[in-house]
């Protein structure tokens, strides 16, 4: 009798056993399998990205991504465009607004023949002696202020644009735009309550929804809304242009002329204290 108990005794610890493995295996499937389904959807979202990117043109970008990939008339691939705690870091995406695409037969034309003036479109002319200037630096697509084109931009855009009263915070502004290490972004609802504050580019009483940061992360200044619109839109330009000179936008001359001309105006406007938007 005291033998058979034991028998059964091992025999069902045997069963505990083969029970206790059987939900381990079971547990163990379960995690490989619902580790194969997330590798599965970030595969399936990395490849819903690229063909995002992939599709994003200056002409029809797409506003959430930064930066994204087009084309040009020497048929390369490269980026365009930003975003931001990404090299802009603005809270402001570049490309919010979509540029009417050009008519495929008159971008080949002209990219086959870079000599051809851009067509004008409805309500715009297009200036001889700036079209000039930038075909010219499109060649060798530099930073570099001695160049014609740039000179040009900086005297008379991004120089106006970026003028504000406090001449010392001034040239720090000016340096971390043109190094891309300037932070805008807005304050907390909770903050708010303290206004008015003093804009500290304009050095008069405004209402600061904004803060900047200049490359040091310890220093903040409170801003006004016109003063980081002007900011803004003299980052979304030069980043534009940095994209071209490292290769990323591949639109013919047509689009990247007027595209340049768009970005020109949204800084007159943010100058003029204009919705850039609009």
């Known amino acids: 009798m005291a033998c058979t108990v034991g028998f059964l005794g091992r025999i069902f610890e045997a069963h505990n056993m083969v029970r206790e493995a059987n939900e381990?295996?079971?547990?163990?499937?379960?995690?490989?399998?619902?580790?194969?389904?997330?590798v599965d959807v970030l595969t399936a979202e990395v490849a819903a990205?690229?063909?995002?990117?992939?599709?994003s043109t200056p002409s029809s970008p797409n506003p959430h991504l930064h930066p994204?990939?087009?084309?040009d008339d020497s048929g390369m691939?490269?980026?365009?465009?930003?975003h931001r705690?990404?090299?802009?870091?603005?809270n402001l995406k570049y490309g919010r607004e979509n540029s009417p695409p050009g008519s495929p037969v008159k971008d080949a034309t002209l990219a086959g023949n870079p000599e051809i003036e851009v067509e004008s479109r409805e309500g715009m002319e297009v200036d001889p002696v700036f079209h000039k200037e930038f075909l010219e630096w499109r060649k060798n697509p530099v930073i570099d202020k001695a160049d014609p084109f740039v000179n040009r931009i900086f005297r008379e855009d991004?120089?106006?644009?970026?003028?504000?009263?406090?001449?010392e915070l001034l040239e720090r502004v000016v340096k971390a735009v043109e190094d891309g290490s300037v932070l805008v972004e807005s304050v907390g609802d909770k903050t708010k309550v303290i206004f008015p504050k003093t804009c500290a580019l304009l050095q008069v009483p405004r209402l600061c929804f904004y803060r900047m940061s200049v490359g040091d992360a310890d220093s903040w200044y409170s801003i006004s809304q016109i003063c980081r619109n002007r900011i803004i839109a003299v980052c979304d330009f030069l980043n534009y242009l940095k994209y071209i000179q490292r290769g990323l936008v591949k639109s013919c001359a047509h689009d990247v002329y007027w595209e340049i001309i768009r970005l020109r105006r949204n800084m007159?406007?943010?100058?003029?204290?204009?919705?850039?938007?609009?």
């Open 268 to 278: 007159s406007l943010a100058r003029l204290g204009l919705d850039i938007a609009s």
């Open 24 to 38: 381990k295996q079971a547990a163990a499937e379960k995690t490989l399998k619902e580790s194969q389904m997330k």
């Open 68 to 71: 994204q990939i087009c084309k």
């Open 158 to 167: 991004i120089t106006m644009c970026l003028d504000f009263s406090n001449r």
């Open 85 to 90: 705690r990404s090299p802009s870091h603005y």
């Open 49 to 55: 990205l690229k063909t995002l990117v992939l599709t």
């Open 77 to 82: 691939t490269i980026f365009t465009k930003k």
